[in-house]
């Protein structure tokens, strides 16, 4: 009985909201979602931090970031323009980076150390983290409380249930640095982008263990790295590899930033340090790079070439030349990017789809291909907006 005046009720409503056309009608049902009633009341509350000032004891660190920064802007001056930053994001870099950008023109590295040390807390999006999209959830109760109570606490049931294979949920955790908010559980703060994380690290240290291993240590290449998200949870899963990330300078602030904090016994190159050539490989964990220092890489150098969601931010003639630069390097391609969703550029340009990157299928195979975790396992907006499939290829 309960079913059929479900299906009455739902009926009724259908016919009314399809008037308003497949936007509303939408609009109403997410709507409606978010004022569920919470089976379980679990414990899982948004932290979001206030600013924090910088801590002396890392000045060091950011020294190095700071000259390093310097000389990159100074070089990517010289650089061929298609490596500067393009479609939207030379505003995001603009707006949201713009403390970093006038603590470095004014010489001013406390300026530039308090975005560092915040730069997972600002209003402005950077496009690396969900900070500012957390802070506009907090607008709302109601909004908020969904999101607590109905996404991440079912991502949470997924995670323990059927990926954490025992392990517990510190395994989510990651190093606050940069002022990171996130989803407080008894003691420990957890992301989304975290259990994400998790899952396509445990992915690819899966591929990579199946793919010959021609050099003494593997080799990872990622770009756009973002400030090195996956790269920590894949440092989990394998050990004693040499990650390479291509990114733009600012980007690569937040990186070193983040990555050094975690990992203070890594060895770390950042531009200028020393000069990058084969030799690196060995003498250096982890080697943070403008992307202009590509196409200096030698050829078949890495065993994996990764890309979250950047070269789908890209426009297309960036696009293409990166993917013919990792086709170059690589043994081996993972990318997720986007399938149907261009993203529109200023005059008039667009980014490519998935199908449009120009991998050479003379040497290279696909080995697999699916849709992005968050869609199937992410909240249900997700599921309008979320057109992302990785793809994972392989020399043939
Ligand atoms: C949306 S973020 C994704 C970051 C990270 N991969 C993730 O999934 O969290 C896009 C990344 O692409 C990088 N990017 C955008 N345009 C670029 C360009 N022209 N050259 C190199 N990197 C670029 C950005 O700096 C940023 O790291």
Partial sequence: LQQRAADFAANLLGWGLRAGGPDAYRNVVNALWERQPHYAQSQIQLVLPDRVTPAESERPVVQRIFDAYQKMKQAQLQADPIFLPGGGWKNVIENAYGELLAGSRENNIERFHYFLANFAAWEIPTGIDESSAYRKLAESDRKRRHFEQQVVA?????????????????????????????????????????????????????????????????????????????????????????????????????????????????????????????????????????????????????????????LGVMPPVAARRFVDQMCRVSEAIWHRNHETRRNPFPDNETSLLNREYPIDLNRFQLVARHCDIERVIGHAMALDKNDMYWYYYRRS
């Fill in 154 to 310: 079912q991502l949470l049931h997924w995670w323990q249930t059927l990926e954490s294979e025992g392990r517990s949920l510190d395994e989510l955790v990651m190093p606050p640095y940069g002022n990171q908010g996130g989803f407080q559980v008894g003691s420990l703060i957890v992301t989304p982008n975290g259990i994400y994380g998790d899952f396509y690290a445990r992915l690819l240290a899966g591929f990579l263990r199946s793919q010959p291993q021609p050099h003494a240590r593997r080799r990872i290449a990622e770009l756009g790295g973002g400030f090195g998200r996956l790269y920590y949870f894949l440092s989990k899963q394998l050990t004693d590899t040499c990650y390479l990330d291509f990114d733009l300078p600012e980007l690569l602030c937040c990186a070193a930033y983040y990555l050094m904090l975690c990992f203070p016994d890594k060895r770390f190159l950042l531009y200028g340090e020393a000069d990058y050539s084969a030799d690196c490989f060995d003498d250096f964990d982890v080697l943070l790079l403008p992307s202009f220092e590509i196409e200096r890489t030698p050829t078949d150098a890495v065993d994996l070439f990764i890309n979250e969601n950047s």
